[in-house]
């Protein structure tokens, strides 16, 4: 059955860097938009970034942009999140969702999310 | 940015009820909108696309309906596994989600 597995996440200080894994299984990695969405201790949903099944296409929300880095990986069938600079508004349970074949669209499935913690 | 609004913030509902659950955007997404469901503790699940296409495995009490600015999510007889958040998704540009409506037990 089609799995995303995430990892990386952990406590980390206010400028801090941290790097986020999402392995997939179960479906053709490669043909796939991927994205991660992010969501804040007992808040909402945020989408952060989408990288295309190629690679050559990614998107950032203005809230990471300049900080975030998505990339992706087909042999190991895994897409990253390099964050740097990393602030307590970063703080929250980070996502790794897939989208469709041909566009990011909805997100699904979802992964089991992995914590992030900003604090000094 | 579209802002999406849910209302209302919190529904109460018995089993066996219908719950309706609506969903605002500040400007037209056309039908490019998605439901999710969310339990405590677990990552969120996808329930409909394209404002009323139920997704593989969910239950046909699930029913979603609008376009444009304005949608409904509709549990026709709410289950005792339906108490959850629910999150609707634009995708018309980039992505936002509403801020959730938690359906509890009445």
């Known amino acids: 059955q089609v799995q995303l597995v995430e990892s990386g996440g952990g406590l980390v200080k206010p400028g801090g860097s941290l790097r986020l894994s999402c392995a997939a299984s179960?479906?053709?990695?490669?043909?796939?938009?991927m994205s991660w969405v992010r969501q804040a201790p007992g808040k909402g949903l945020e989408w952060i970034s989408y990288?295309?099944?190629?690679?050559?296409?990614?998107y950032y929300a203005d809230s990471v942009k300049g900080r975030f880095t998505i990339s992706r990986d087909t042999a190991k069938k895994s897409v990253y999140l390099q964050m740097n600079s990393l602030r307590a508004e970063d703080t929250a349970v980070y996502y790794c969702?897939?989208?469709?074949?041909?566009?990011?669209?909805?997100?699904?499935?979802w992964g089991q999310g992995t914590l992030v913690i900003v604090s000094s | 940015e579209i802002v999406m609004t849910q209302s209302p913030a919190t529904l109460s509902v018995s089993p066996g009820e219908r719950a309706t659950l609506s969903c605002r955007a500040s400007?037209?997404?056309?039908?490019?909108l998605a439901w999710y469901q969310q339990k405590p503790g677990q990552a969120p699940r996808l329930l409909l696309y394209?404002?009323?296409t139920r997704d593989t495995g969910i239950p046909a009490r699930f029913s979603g309906s609008g376009s444009g600015t304005e949608f409904t999510l509709t549990i026709s007889s709410l289950q005792s596994e339906d108490f959850a958040v629910y999150y609707c998704?634009?995708?018309?540009?980039?992505?936002?989600f509403g801020q959730g409506t938690k359906l509890e037990i009445k």
């Open positions: 969702a897939r989208g469709g074949q041909y566009a990011m669209r909805w997100f699904d499935p």
């Open positions: 179960g479906f053709t990695f490669s043909d796939y938009y």
């Open positions: 990288i295309s099944s190629s690679g050559g296409s990614i």
């Open positions: 400007q037209s997404v056309s039908s490019d």
């Open positions: 394209g404002a009323s």
């Open positions: 998704q634009q995708y018309n540009y980039y992505y936002t």
